[in-house]
Structure formats: structure tokens, C-alpha cells
């Protein structure tokens, strides 16, 4: 759905003193419905466009759904009356057993883009739930977790035409891009990003290395846990929570990974430093 995601907007623009009107492209933000045998659990806003992916993660990750193997089919749905009208803005996914989804499990607000745990039961189950991956022996350059932000930036096409979008990509040990997912919302690109991965059956993920384009809070600890992601790196920093979820579940976190620096707040035994004199 490529129109969909940037909508043109004619702006006042002021360059070297001189106010004109131009066309300017935004990132597209709707809502989407997000259902389980009918039943809606979520509504988040989003960038249109991987849709399915973004169903599919957010259901697994927040323990909606065991295994993508549980899912018969994803198919969008024709829209009822209310505040979440428009095509291709309604998501179903029908399980094999069709088994009801827990109440406890369900969404009591909505996601907005730029949070993704807001309005679940308990912080404590999802905490509980999530496995250590505290085993995984991968490591990981230092270079090249450094060059990982510019080919990042490399790919994202949508923010290059809009500046106004987060991105998550999953690489692997080595610096390889396997997928790069945008979207307004943070933990929606992280939740693309798995959602392709079960999609294709490639969870779990161990081995892997996590790089978002902005901070680092809990839910994003969190779904990367959930994925068995062991290394995370972002360009902004962490939060107090998210290192203390990396540390009790052996996760590494690298936050300000910029040019030629980076700080590393837990699993720092992951990264291969390079070898040089003490500091004085």
C-alpha cells in the first residue's frame, strides 16, 4: 500500500528569509484494529504497511499467542461503524483452536506510536514470562556494532522521504541486514520486524543483534526478550528499566552508538573491545 504510507501536505516553508509554499511528504499514521477470532485485543497506531508482520509480532511478543504455528490465516477485515473506519485498518487472526483470548491479556487502552505497553495487566507477568537468553554465546564485533547505525540509516527509505519515522532492523553477528522495518511507533517497527521473522519461520532469533533508531525502553527489551534476541544496540539510551531486564536476563544493551562511541549498560562480555592501553 504505498500510497499510504506518506501523505503530501503543502507547507509555508521559510528559507534565507523568504516564506513559500511547497509540497512536503509526512510519514502516514491510522489506527489498526488488532483481533484474535473476531475479538479485538489492541488498537495501535501505525504506519500502513506490514500490517500482517505487525499483527503477528505484537500478538506473540505480548503473549497473546504461543507460537506463530497457532495461526490458521491473517486477513484484513471489512470495518464496522466506529472510530477505526477505512480500508485495510482492521486485522484478524484466526487461530487453529479458536480459542478465545484471555481477558487478562487484553488491551485495556489503546497503543498509541509511541508507547507499547501502556494499559497491560501486570509488568510483572510479562517480566516473568520472558526467557533468559543469558546461553546465547554470540559476539560481536565493536566495529562493528559501530557501523550498524549508517547502514541503519542507509535503508530507511520511508525516512529519508518524510524524517518523521523510528526504524528496528535485525542483523546478524557479522553486520549482515537481514530486515528493516519502519513505522511512527518504536515498539511497531520491533513488532514488524519479529512478526517477519515467525512469518518466515525464523524464531528464535539467537544470534542476532536488534538495532533501533531511538531510544530503548522496557517493551523493547521486552519483544526482543521474547524473540530470544540476545543483543540489543541503539542509537539513544536505554531506560532504567530496560538495563535491569537486560541484566537479569543476560541480554547485552549498547545505547548511544554513535561515530566512533557507544556505552554498554549490561552483557558487555558479548562485544569484542579492541585491544589498546589502559585508559591513564
Known amino acids: 500500500m504505498p500510497s499510504r504510507v506518506v501523505a ?27 483481533r484474535v477470532n473476531g475479538e479485538a485485543v489492541s488498537v495501535t497506531m501505525r504506519t500502513p504497511g506490514d500490517d500482517f ?24 477485515c471489512a470495518t464496522r461503524p466506529g472510530p477505526y473506519t477505512g480500508q485495510f485498518n482492521v486485522v484478524d487472526l484466526e487461530t487453529r483452536a479458536g480459542q478465545p483470548v484471555a481477558a487478562a491479556l487484553k488491551r485495556n487502552v489503546y497503543t498509541a506510536s509511541s508507547c507499547g505497553l501502556c494499559g497491560t495487566a501486570s509488568i510483572a507477568a510479562v517480566r516473568k514470562r520472558a526467557p533468559s537468553v543469558a546461553d546465547d554465546p554470540v559476539r560481536v564485533d565493536a566495529a562493528t556494532l559501530l557501523a550498524l547505525p549508517a547502514r541503519l540509516r542507509e535503508a530507511q ?7 518523521g519515522l ?41 544470534g542476532h543483534v536488534l538495532m533501533v533508531s531511538g531510544r530503548v525502553a522496557f517493551e523493547i527489551a521486552q519483544k526482543a526478550l521474547i524473540a530470544r534476541i540476545p543483543m540489543i544496540a541503539a542509537v539513544s539510551a536505554p531506560s532504567s528499566l530496560a538495563v535491569e531486564l537486560a541484566e537479569e536476563a543476560g541480554m547485552t544493551l549498547a545505547g548511544f552508538v554513535r561515530g566512533a562511541s ?18 591513564a
Do not use: M
Not at 505484537?58 to 497457532?70: H, Y
Not at 557507544?262 to 585508559?279: D, I
Open 8 to 34: 503530501r501536505r503543502t507547507v509555508l516553508r521559510l528559507r534565507d528569509g523568504q516564506a513559500r509554499p511547497c509540497s512536503d511528504q509526512l510519514a502516514a499514521e491510522e489506527p489498526l484494529e488488532i
Open 53 to 76: 508482520d505487525l499483527a503477528l509480532g505484537f500478538c506473540l511478543t505480548e503473549g497473546i499467542l504461543a507460537s506463530p504455528d497457532d495461526v490458521a490465516t491473517i486477513r484484513y
Open 262 to 279: 557507544l556505552n554498554l549498560y549490561a552483557g558487555a562480555g558479548r562485544v569484542l573491545l579492541p585491544q589498546g592501553p589502559p585508559p
Open 157 to 163: 527509505a520511508l525516512f529519508e522521504r518524510t524524517g
Open 166 to 206: 523510528h526504524a528496528a532492523a535485525l542483523f546478524t553477528a557479522g553486520g549482515e541486514l537481514r530486515i528493516l522495518r519502519e513505522d511512527v511507533g518504536r515498539h511497531n517497527a520491533v513488532d514488524k520486524v519479529i512478526g517477519w521473522a515467525a512469518a518466515n519461520r525464523a524464531l528464535p532469533l539467537c
